[in-house]
């Protein structure tokens, strides 16, 4: 007597290798998902232990924070940055990712013994931090824009401040010497001052450009990472950040020239407002100028495109 059950269950010879396909399919599904499951569980585990390793590092990052010489926008920094590794996830890791991560480990052993300043070790612990990230997380052994915010995130702006300070006054000086001469104004720039009919108007340290340029860098930063740009748009992002950074600081130098020198008549609020507007101007053409680099129109494409 036929078993009609199991001439149900048994599948036909034709059938049979299309069963055998998907069993096969459905059990590297399987092990996908468990590999998977042990990579971000692992990975957890390393970047948990990996932060708790560089103590040291944040109680120095809390006290440097605090100073009254450094601002708190660099935990904005810190959180857009932990905000990017959370809200991506790359299917693929790359090979060898504890590599990197571990010789920026290696190099922060050496600072450590070497008795370092503990700034050039936080800055060694952030890059190992954000190198593991990276190729955890993002799939990338270095991400641009992840390590770059992670640098602005340095309670360092007074280390700024004393760097690139004096040069970008340089700069201001040098181009709103140039605009004011355009208008048949006879302004000699010295250093950092504007001398003018024996009057000296000095483009001091708040006026630089330093927490301007920093802005700049954190939108182009934070868009680069939210917008997976590559290091070659996030260079090019950069750069033009800088340039129009420059440009807008000149402008609002030379627009203060004709309110310290008494040519323009103005409240005092008036020179505030010179700079948030220069500054407006000035991030407007940024997120322009990234929503172009991000279409693909930088100069590298455009090149391709006429070849």
Not at 41 to 51: N, P
Request: glycine share 6%; charged share 10%.
């Amino acid at each position: 007597m036929i078993d009609a059950a199991r001439i149900n269950m048994e599948p036909h010879p034709l059938t049979a290798p299309l069963f055998q396909t998907e069993r096969v399919r459905n059990d590297r599904d399987e092990m996908g998902t468990a590999s998977c499951r042990i990579k971000n569980t692992g990975g957890r585990g390393i970047m948990l232990a990996a932060t708790l390793a560089f103590w040291p590092v944040w109680g120095w990052y809390v006290s440097a924070t605090m100073d009254a010489s450094n601002d708190y926008w660099g935990l904005l920094a810190l959180a857009s940055a932990i905000l990017v590794v959370a809200r991506n996830k790359s299917p693929s890791m790359v090979r060898l990712p504890l590599a990197l991560p571990a010789a920026f480990v290696a190099f922060y052993l050496v600072a450590t013994l070497a008795e370092a300043p503990i700034s050039i070790r936080a800055v060694l612990a952030f890059l190992a931090l954000g190198s593991l990230a990276s190729a955890w997380r993002l799939g990338k052994r270095i991400d641009l824009p992840l390590h770059a915010l992670l640098m602005l995130a340095l309670p360092l702006t007074a280390t700024w401040q004393f760097y690139l300070g004096y040069p970008l006054r340089v700069a201001a000086g040098a181009l709103s010497a140039a605009l004011l001469q355009m208008n048949g104004i006879a302004v000699v720039r010295e250093g950092a001052l504007l001398n003018w009919a024996d009057q000296i108007v000095s483009i001091d340290a708040p006026c630089s450009g330093v927490k301007m340029l920093w802005a700049a860098m954190y939108m182009v930063y934070t868009l680069s990472a939210f917008h997976r740009l590559s290091c070659v748009q996030t260079g090019c992002a950069i750069a033009f950040a800088v340039a129009t950074v420059v440009a807008a600081n000149a402008i609002r130098a030379a627009a203060l020239f004709y309110m310290e020198t008494g040519m323009l008549n103005l409240p005092r609020w008036a020179h505030d407002a010179t700079g948030m507007f220069s500054f407006a101007i000035g991030a407007c053409a940024i997120l322009w100028g990234i929503r172009q680099i991000k279409g693909g129109r930088t100069w590298s494409s455009a090149v391709h495109a006429g070849s």
